[in-house]
């Protein structure tokens, strides 16, 4: 069973390897890939007669995340478009099935942390390479010529996403796992895991996108915390080391292979401006949202309704005229379906994931900031892009909430 449960994990989270078939939206194409993967599990469990469902209404996350889904089903009853939210619902449906099965196999089965942290580093090591891949075709076909290119495209570097800063914000969420490998293991282990956390990293310098930045300077933030407390967090010196020369190693790669028209990561952080311009119009697509929040506070549009309600504030544009499908902010966007009550419970599911996390951090204090680490990821993800729509990253956060909901309860049966 606990090789069928590592296994399953695995081909959760490689959900971005699927093949497109010829789709046009990959995303499609994903999901149903996750709902065959849950149909494949409970038919497994069910030979097994291993099915245990339980409802652990002790973890305010699992609460909340059902709280949620409720209330985007009590939507259909206000629902500018039905069949819009019935489609948005049933990606949730199917996630809140995956969450449900997910923390029953992680309760009901004994699993060691750093083997679901191994999981983590290949699906992201794997990815790293397919985004390098046309980085390692032109050094076989040309050798070091790209390095005397005015220029270059880092959308080349999108990898198996299929968008750059999807496949950026896919590593920095599974890059803490790599560091935490680092601080498990010793000797030819730790060199081994730093050449493939450098693999990780080296895609996100590289594609410099700024909301990844942003995320990768909180992860070394937080690591350098962690060093400078050795008395309170125990690391190894030479654990500590490590993950720090992944961070230089992969950014002077970076500086190595970008030519000097390209930014590299140090100037993008160091040049972001608090602008609409310089953020992509997201400034423009926060006031909107907001704007339609304040005028729907409660009763609002409907799941998954915001793509048809923001085309009334980008119809002025003319010839250039755009619905943006998302507010860049997963906050703001479930508020513009489900009134503020929807966005502020979103929000709180990952606030009560990080007070989990604080409270069994004495007790695993490596799994912990991990665990942490990785959702303050996927939370800077959350407020500046759209991860709810991508199933390669709800995947993700989906086994976090299970981990978090895990530990959580190994802490409090301690007590």
């Known amino acids: 069973m606990k090789y069928f449960f590592y296994l399953y994990i695995l081909f959760i989270l490689s959900i971005g390897f699927v093949p497109v078939f010829g789709s046009i939206d990959k995303a499609a194409v994903q999901w149903v890939y996750l709902s065959v993967l849950l149909l494949i599990g409970f038919v497994f469990l069910f030979f097994k007669k291993d099915i245990t469902i339980q409802y652990h209404q002790d973890i305010i996350s699992l609460r909340l995340y059902f709280i949620f889904i409720l209330l985007a089903i009590f939507s259909l009853l206000y629902t500018n478009n039905v069949i819009n939210s019935i489609h948005e619902l049933s990606h949730l449906f199917t996630l809140l099935v995956l969450l449900i099965f997910v923390v029953n196999i992680f ?7 750093h083997y679901i942290a191994l999981i983590f580093l290949i699906v992201a090591f794997f990815e790293s390479l397919y985004s390098l891949s046309p980085l390692f075709y032109s050094l076989y076909k040309d050798g070091f010529l790209f390095t005397k290119a005015s220029s270059i495209n880092v959308d080349i570097f999108k990898g198996v996403a299929g968008n750059r800063n999807i496949t950026t914000a896919s590593l920095i969420v599974k890059a803490p796992f790599a560091f935490y490998l680092m601080y498990h293991y ?104 907001l704007d339609h929040i304040s005028n729907n506070l409660f009763i609002s549009s409907g799941i998954g309704n915001w793509k048809i309600d923001s085309a009334a504030y980008w119809g002025s544009l003319g010839a250039d005229y755009l619905v943006p499908y998302h507010a860049h902010n997963d906050f703001l966007h479930y508020a513009a379906e489900l009134g503020v009550i929807g966005g502020f419970i979103y929000l709180f599911i990952f606030l009560s ?63």
């Open 353 to 415: 994931l990080f007070y989990l996390c604080f409270l069994f951090f004495k007790k695993s204090l490596l799994i912990s900031f991990t665990i942490f680490s990785s959702l303050f990821a996927y939370f800077i993800d959350s407020s500046l892009n759209f991860p709810y729509d991508r199933p390669v990253m709800q995947v993700t956060f989906i086994i976090l909430i299970a981990l978090t909901s895990f530990h959580y309860k190994v802490y409090k049966d301690a007590k």
């Open 186 to 289: 010793s000797g030819f282990k730790r060199v081994l895991l730093l050449i493939c956390s450098v693999f990780i990293l080296l895609p996100v310098f590289l594609i410099t996108s700024r909301a990844a930045l942003v995320s990768l300077s909180f992860l070394f933030l937080f690591n350098f915390l962690l060093f400078l407390k050795p008395s309170f967090f125990k690391p190894n010196f030479l654990s500590s080391i490590s993950v720090f020369l992944s961070f230089l190693i992969s950014y002077l790669l970076s500086v190595f292979i970008l030519p000097s028209e390209n930014s590299n990561s140090l100037e993008r952080i160091s040049g972001i401006e608090i602008s609409n311009e310089s953020s992509s119009n997201r400034f423009e697509l926060w006031s909107n949202a």
């Open 107 to 113: 309760f009901t089965n004994n699993f060691k942390f």
